[in-house]
């Protein structure tokens, strides 16, 4: 049975659209060719293709060494680190619960 292609809501399209086309305005400011910059990354220069496509099909992880190596900010404008943020990210996760349940009955809650 063939797989079927995966579609994307229009925001996620353009999200990666978006920051794939920051990387390669990013790579050519640093003069960056693409064959250099797939060679940092330790990818095929067909990958960095995509990445700079948008391509959903692309590990965010490689993505993400994309931009970091152009100097694309992600998150934050001018970050070395992004531990502080990962810090109040968790602060807050650690007030949620530990799983969330669909309630097994409505709530009457109209008085």
């Known amino acids: 049975m063939p797989a079927i292609p995966r579609s994307y809501s229009r925001l996620t399209e353009e999200a990666l659209l978006l920051l794939g086309k920051q990387i390669r305005l990013a790579r050519k400011r640093r003069r960056m060719s693409e064959r250099d910059l797939a060679a940092r990354i330790g990818i095929a220069r067909s990958t960095l293709q995509l990445i700079e496509k948008g391509s959903p099909s692309v590990a965010i992880g490689l ?35 530990g799983s969330v349940r669909r309630p097994r009955r409505e709530v009457d809650d109209d008085f």
Do not use: C, H, I, Y
Not at 64 to 87: H, I, K, M, N, R
């Open 63 to 97: 993505v993400l060494e994309a931009a970091v190596l152009t100097g694309v900010d992600l998150f934050v404008s001018d970050a070395t680190t992004l531990a502080p943020q990962l810090e109040r990210t968790e602060d807050k996760l650690a007030l949620m619960p």
